[in-house]
């Protein structure tokens, strides 16, 4: 196969603006469309040589997979190592813990599969995992499995065969890409069905390219580069990828790789020694700029200023040009590198896997190690414990496809502890509801209440709406719940739920911290509420807040719990790092910015106490001063991570719910 200086100028063009995006500088919105190109340069790459091979009759499987292993072990290897030493001394126990999950996965070439489980890529919370961006490698290994076992299959056939097989299977792929994309957009980013049209274009340019005379033209190779470039530079997060969006940085670099050559204008730019060299490792620079960055955040407790990820970037680009130097070469040299044999390179690769995936899972056994911490960390993380493991339980996950469980007549109940029984009292909401039931179920029973917590993650407890990323259809999930609750016949009603979910913004307290586990994407039901279809997101949200209040307000009276301040900073690990480095005895936030991110959600709620249409509770008037609203103060934790509030932090607002209650009572 004949050496071509603008493919690997190519792959220059695909992980620079990778590592920028993640750098979180704002020069390509869209650079994660780099993987995209990669995916294409892959399918082309692997196909070009598997074909030439087969039509030699020289082709062997075993060969093949021996080179993969020399391209992408040894460096893997390294990185993992150097990651998982970083981590063991950087992160805390939860986030240990999961990292160990992905490096049992990334070992497994399955954690497409694990993030797809476990997270969303376009979430915020992604940049503060380590080895997120292995799910590529694995969709690309997944690829290695299946495709030269077809292609030499339909070796016995014409070449037409050959083609027009790959290509329907690419066409099918796009389409199936394109239909789950509105229905499921997490695997449809993810997984190896959805990904594999763009594998499939690079390896029809290799089947068509085999022919004799591959056309070139300059015109053509400079308009796929514009294709890149701008779709990295004019998309955004919000464009559905992958799909029919996605063929416009796909086709681009397909006409690069078909008709380019080192002439013409981009010919020369992507040929050019600045160029080639950043292609040649771009693979090491993919690999470590991720963790170098994750764990740089995580280290920090707030997102890093824009010299100290500059640095990252160009820190990335050293380790990738050590790696490529003393690893990625020396390995890929069968006779004269430290492996030479085939099966002295197999042996250490499978020692290398089962060891990832052997610490992977004693790290998950192991809950990441908790005894690492020294006492005063330890002492921090313990006082921001969250509810009781029983009212955990009671946070019900759904899905699109999934149905709220049934409720046994004593699930989810704490029963009054008193011979007075002074009648039920029900919460309902979503996680931030949860976070008040573990102190109301110790509170509300010892004064003579019967509590119940009916709670669902990520959905606050009003009709009109379902959670787009990830999936959850909170209007069917409320509409049960609804008649849930009413049979119960409920004394009160408490409505506790986090209202910023909803306006796919990530909250920035202007000092460093930046949410990092936003769901957002509401999508309204626009049958439900057909005349705000075209209202703005944060209007749409308070009126669903507005119209559901009223709906149960018809089943019994009502407690609202006001918004929590957010901290938009996992608050134990940046107070332990804040105690650590500045000797900080409290941290706290902007109540301004709390105000404005809440403001028409706090008016409502004024509104609907000043009317007395239900009694309301403000928790910023437990949490904040004039100025400052406090996240932590002297060993007493008040959030478990950036929003949620811990024991000790619910404890300061739900005597004022019971208090509430007790008047109510003493009323009658």
């Known amino acids: 196969m004949k050496y071509r200086r603008e493919i690997d100028g190519l792959r220059a063009v695909a992980v620079l603006p990778v590592i920028i995006y993640h750098a979180g500088f704002d020069l390509f919105p ?98 503060l995992m380590p080895l997120i961006h292995t799910w590529s490698l694995a969709v690309e290994e997944q690829f290695y499995i299946f495709f030269p076992l077809l292609l030499l299959l339909l070796a016995r056939f014409r070449a037409g065969v050959t083609l027009a097989v790959v290509f329907t299977l690419t066409v099918l792929s796009l389409g199936l890409a394109q239909f789950l994309i509105g229905k499921d957009g997490s695997a449809t980013f993810y997984l190896l069905p959805t990904r594999a049209w763009e594998l499939g274009c690079g390896a029809l340019c290799a089947l068509w390219s085999r022919k004799p005379a591959r056309p070139r033209s300059n015109f053509a190779t400079t308009v796929g580069l514009a294709m890149i470039i701008i779709s990295m530079t004019l998309f955004e997060t919000s464009v559905p990828t992958p799909s029919i969006w996605t063929t416009v940085p796909v086709l681009g670099t397909t006409l690069v790789i078909f008709f380019g050559s080192e002439s013409g204008v981009a010919g020369r730019l992507l040929s050019a020694r600045p160029t080639v060299a950043i292609g040649l490792l771009s693979y090491s620079a993919y690999l470590w700029h991720q963790p170098l960055m994750a764990l740089t955040r995580q280290q920090m407790g707030i997102e890093p200023p824009w010299p100290v ?119 309902v909401g979503d996680s931030h509801a949860n976070a008040f039931a573990g102190s109301l179920s110790e509170l509300l029973p010892e004064a003579g209440y019967d509590f119940r917590q009916v709670t669902v993650v990520g959905c606050a407890p009003f009709v009109g709406f379902h959670i787009e990323r990830p999936k959850r259809d909170c209007h069917a999930a409320n509409l049960a719940i609804e008649n849930i609750v009413r049979a119960m016949h409920p004394e009160r009603i408490i409505l506790a739920w986090r209202g910023t979910n909803m306006y796919a913004e990530p909250f920035d307290n202007g000092e460093g911290g930046v949410d990092m ?80 991110r809440n403001d028409r959600t706090l008016e409502l709620l004024g509104e609907l106490a000043a009317e007395k249409k239900a009694d309301v509770v403000f928790p910023h008037d437990y949490l904040c001063n004039a100025e400052r609203c406090f996240n932590a103060r002297d060993e007493e934790v008040y959030y478990t991570d950036d929003d949620h509030l811990s024991m000790v932090g619910a404890g300061l607002i739900t005597p004022a719910i019971l208090d509430l209650l007790e008047k109510q009572s003493g009323s009658r």
Not at 337 to 347: D, E, V
Not at 357 to 380: C, Y
Request: proline content about 5%; glycine content about 4%.
């Open 309 to 427: 990820m500059l640095f990252l970037s160009i820190l990335t680009f050293a380790l990738a040009y050590l790696s490529w130097r003393f690893i990625e070469q020396p390995f890929r040299r069968r006779q004269y590198g430290p492996l030479p044999s085939r099966q002295s390179i197999f042996a250490a690769s499978a020692t290398g896997l089962i060891i990832c995936l052997s610490l992977g899972l004693f790290l998950h056994f192991a809950k990441g190690l908790p005894g690492r911490m020294n006492a005063e960390t330890a002492a921090i993380l313990s006082a921001a414990r969250d509810s009781s493991p029983k009212t955990r339980t009671c946070l019900v996950k759904i899905d699109t496809k999934s149905t709220l469980p049934e409720l046994a007549p004593d699930a989810c109940l704490w029963p009054s502890k008193t011979t007075q029984n002074k009648g039920l009292i029900v919460i």
């Open 517 to 596: 586990d936003a769901d957002g994407e509401m999508a309204l039901d626009t049958e439900f509420y057909p005349d705000l279809a075209t209202a703005d997101r944060k209007y749409q949200a308070v009126e669903i807040f507005r119209r559901g209040i009223d709906r149960w307000a018809e089943s019994s009276p009502l407690i609202l719990v006001g918004p929590v301040p957010e901290a938009a900073w996992k608050v134990p690990q940046t107070y332990a790092w804040f105690r650590k480095t500045k000797n900080a005895h409290q941290l706290s936030t902007d109540r301004s910015h709390f105000e404005a």
């Open 30 to 127: 869209a650079g994660f469309l780099g993987v995209d190109v990669f995916f294409v340069i892959s399918g082309y790459l692997i196909t070009l040589i598997i074909s030439q091979e087969v039509s030699e009759g020289r082709f062997s499987v075993i060969d093949f997979y021996e080179r993969r292993a020399r391209r992408i072990l040894p460096a893997l290897f390294a990185m993992l190592a150097v990651t998982t030493i970083a981590s063991w001394l950087i992160l805390y126990p939860s986030d240990f813990k999961r990292y160990g999950e992905s490096l049992f996965a990334t070992a497994a070439f399955l954690s497409n599969v694990y993030f797809f489980i476990t997270s969303d890529y376009f979430s915020p919370a992604t940049e």
